[in-house]
């Protein structure tokens, strides 16, 4: 019995696709609009902003004591600058996840053509062992 290769459906359907990327989603108004803000606040620029702003209000918070002082760094200070420096952080993990995703994307492709290739080489093996088998079944007749 003859081996016949079926070509699963992905490998068509791959053909046609690349790997889906954060800025690939349709989002619509809203969603341009909160990846505008998200960009905007999730900078360096921002943070530097937010830190400016809110040593506005130290030298309120070191007249008031030890308890102002805290209460300034807990709820202000670290609330507004360390949001934007971790949105900053999450920015640039993504940018990394893109890019990993990407490579095994890249990665799997190459699989995929070494597959193929496997898969042609040893069709043309078993046409040689097919044409062996015919050859010896007309030297040597079949035993009985």
């Known amino acids: 019995m003859e081996f016949q290769h079926v070509i699963h459906p992905r490998i068509a ?3 046609k696709t690349k790997p889906p990327k954060t800025t690939d989603a349709a989002v619509g108004f809203n969603g341009k609009l909160a990846l505008l803000i998200t960009k905007a606040v999730g900078s360096m620029w921002c943070a530097y902003l937010f830190a400016a702003f809110d040593l506005l209000s130290l030298p309120a918070a070191i007249r008031g004591g030890i308890q102002s002082i805290v209460s300034w760094v807990a709820q202000t200070f670290l ?3 360390l949001l934007s420096i ?3 952080g999450q920015n640039v993990q993504s940018v ?3 890019k990993r995703a990407e490579q095994t994307y890249s990665d799997a492709e190459a699989i ?3 597959c ?3 898969q042609r080489h040893l069709g043309s093996q078993d046409a040689a062992l097919n044409q062996l088998v ?3 079944e007309t030297l040597v007749p079949p035993a009985a």
Do not use: K
């Open 13 to 15: 359907e791959r053909r």
């Open 79 to 81: 609330q507004l600058v």
């Open 86 to 88: 971790i949105m900053v």
């Open 96 to 98: 990394a996840a893109d």
């Open 112 to 114: 995929l053509h070494e």
């Open 116 to 118: 193929l290739e496997l």
């Open 134 to 136: 015919a050859r010896m």
